[in-house]
């Protein structure tokens, strides 16, 4: 390409523009196609030095890997002690650490730097009631204190946000709601002895390397016990087969020839089970919501009282608009145990089944009572925007009727495909060998393949509802978490404290 010199750099603009890239002519002689052969020889034999040499260093990581892992940990230790003074204010005499110190090891720590020093220590100490500590640049962090049941879940709420200092840790909460949702939409007695193991592993497994892994197979395998709890007393069904003489269609006692259970509290997909499944969805909403306005009370309560009543507002608002879709909504078995349970009126049942509901004349209008003082509680604390974030509340509600979706979703599908693949190709004596085992492998992919879709789906619902309608009620997060001075040694062993 040849320009005049005058358009030189204008033609250099063109072409970097339009992409254009100077690519040098290789300086080799002799006919291509061996030039070609010889690059590719010359690449196989690196391939080979380079198997080679990934041999010998794994040979070299058996034998000395646990000399360097050892060697890495105290040299990275003694190092961090060297370079402490650095981060402290220092003369040749005298430094000054400013740090953080649990509460309740406060005197283990001047216990140990008294001994430590001769008695040549001064200490100044802020608790948490002197009004210095809420002017600080830096905010007190957050130290977790979970037992082993709960410490687990400590990745999943890391993951939304680090509660601050001054606020209600709701990592108990979620571990224990998440498996339980999870659990609920899974629902059935075979899921959940796929579950146990399958979490176990993960958690034992993956976990000793992933923390998210070990934070998902803790919470699958208890997610799986209560899948089979669920499934074996409240649906009774495995691998979407009853468990239990079903009128119509499969049954394991039909194919076991066996005695089969009693017929379950709720059948999920039967219309009376789903109206049950939708009830126990609100029921679920009611108890998560209005266990959040109570966090969100006790965290307002020293700080801002106006904002403490909302919160009260909001659980009087909240058990109105519940119990309207108790009083108004269609008759189902759970709606009949609360009606008389809570004196609401009367509920007659049949085998099981709600026949009938009435309600008194005061249970009718109960809920209005509540919605009435609730709403103007919101309104006179937060405003026309609380009786705008009411009908906020109303689709937060609505928002855990997905976990009987799901569940009733799932269920459905397992139980169609069971009846075109077991029923109809399996079982069905005029069919042939070849449909035969075609039915057998088409059921262990669709079982396969709603398994995973169940704990995906499940998973992601049952973590959506902890970290949107239940933390957004009174987190609010933004903390830093505790990292204590030192280390955990994991392959040496010291004489250090931390």
């Known amino acids: 390409m040849f320009v005049h010199e005058d358009e030189a750099d204008r033609a250099r603009d063109v072409l970097v523009r339009e992409g254009f890239r100077n690519v040098d002519v290789p300086a080799e002689e002799g006919a291509p196609d061996e030039e070609l052969q010889r690059a590719r020889s010359e690449a196989e034999d690196l391939r080979d030095e380079l198997a080679q040499r990934e041999a010998q260093l794994a040979q070299l990581a058996d034998q000395y890997g646990d000399l360097l892992l050892c060697a890495e940990e105290d040299l990275s230790i003694t190092v961090e002690k060297a370079e402490a003074p650095l981060e402290w204010a220092a003369t040749d005499r005298t430094f000054i650490c400013d740090a953080w110190v649990p509460t309740q090891q406060l005197d283990e720590v001047k216990t140990a730097l008294t001994s430590a020093t001769n008695g040549n220590v001064h200490f100044e100490t802020l608790d948490d009631g002197d009004p210095d500590v809420h002017h600080r640049e830096e905010e007190p962090p957050t130290r977790y204190d979970h037992r082993d049941s709960v410490e687990p879940y400590d990745f999943l709420m890391e993951t939304f946000s680090t509660p601050r200092y001054n606020e209600i840790d709701p990592t108990l909460i979620l571990s224990l709601v998440f498996p339980l949702f999870l659990g609920f939409v899974i629902g059935d007695f075979g899921y959940g002895l796929v579950m146990v193991p399958l979490g176990i592993w993960l958690y034992r497994g993956l976990g000793a390397k992933s923390e998210a892994a070990r934070s998902l197979g803790f919470a699958i395998a208890v997610a799986g016990v209560w899948s089979i709890l669920f499934g074996g007393l409240l649906f009774k069904d495995a691998l979407g087969i009853p468990m239990y003489h079903a009128e119509h269609g499969l049954s394991w006692p039909s194919l076991l020839g066996t005695i089969g259970l009693a017929e379950p509290a709720i059948h999920k997909i039967e219309a009376g089970g789903v109206r049950a499944m939708l009830a126990l969805s609100l029921l679920a909403a009611f108890v998560h919501l209005f266990l959040g306005f109570i966090f969100g009370f006790v965290n307002e309560i020293g700080h801002n009282t106006k904002h403490a009543i909302a919160q009260l507002g909001w659980m009087v608002t909240l058990t109105g608009i519940v119990l309207l879709t108790i009083v108004h909504g269609p008759e189902n078995m759970i709606s009949g145990y609360l009606v008389n349970g ?67 979703a799932k269920g459905g599908i397992v139980a169609a495909f069971n009846e075109i693949f077991l029923e109809r190709m399996v079982l069905d004596p005029s069919t042939g060998i070849l449909v035969i085992v075609a039915g057998f492998a088409l059921f262990a992919i669709s079982q396969l393949l709603m398994f995973v879709l169940g704990l995906l789906s499940g998973g992601i619902q049952s973590i959506r509802l902890n970290y949107v309608e239940f933390f957004l009620k009174f987190f609010e997060g933004g903390g830093e978490r505790f990292s204590p001075f030192g280390r955990d040694r994991q392959y040496t062993i010291g004489n250090e404290s931390r």
Not at 342 to 355: K, T
């Open 342 to 408: 809570l004196d609401l009126g009367q509920a007659h049942f049949d085998h099981g089944h709600v026949e009938s509901m009435t309600f008194s004349p005061f249970a009718q209008m109960l809920p209005w009572y509540l919605l009435g003082p609730g709403v103007l509680v919101l309104v006179l604390t937060e405003g026309l925007m609380g009786l705008m974030e009411t009908v906020s509340l109303l689709a937060n509600v609505i928002s855990y009727t997905r976990l009987a979706g799901i569940a009733v």
